[in-house]
């Protein structure tokens, strides 16, 4: 599976951007998508993942209410919608994917695929 993220740039805070990953290959059912993001000098955290074939959902504490992760099965084509952005979300946005698997979606180690990263700046 080969992942290809876009949509990042720059915005006010406040604003809103969608960005993208689409996935070529096969995709099982109950694989995960997921986007992580990593600040300068810091570590590479966890964002929002879904399950592929069900379309559950799961968001961190930091970004719940303000961004959605979702899907899309044909174009086989994973978005997050950011609202409301702040400076503190800046950012380089990856995104992952991986094959069916127990382990916590939280854990970057846990996913196999990973898109090239795509900036998102917030100015305040």
């Known amino acids: 599976v080969q992942l290809q993220a876009s949509g990042g740039g720059l915005v006010q805070a406040g604003g809103s951007l969608r960005l993208s990953c689409a996935a070529s290959g096969r995709i099982f059912s109950n694989s995960a998508m997921g986007w992580f993001r990593q600040a300068p000098g810091k570590e590479r955290e966890f964002v929002a993942a879904?399950?592929?074939?069900?379309?559950?959902?799961v968001h961190a504490d930091s970004v719940r209410g303000r961004f959605t992760i979702s899907k899309d099965n044909a174009e086989k084509t994973v978005y997050l919608s950011m609202n409301s952005l702040k400076p503190e979300d800046t950012a380089v946005y990856y995104c992952?994917?991986?094959?069916?698997?127990?382990?916590?979606?939280?854990?970057?180690?846990?996913?196999?695929?990973w898109g090239q990263g795509t900036l998102v700046t917030v100015s305040s």
């Open positions: 992952a994917g991986r094959r069916p698997k127990t382990l916590s979606y939280y854990r970057a180690f846990s996913y196999d695929y």
């Open positions: 879904l399950t592929w074939g069900t379309g559950n959902t």
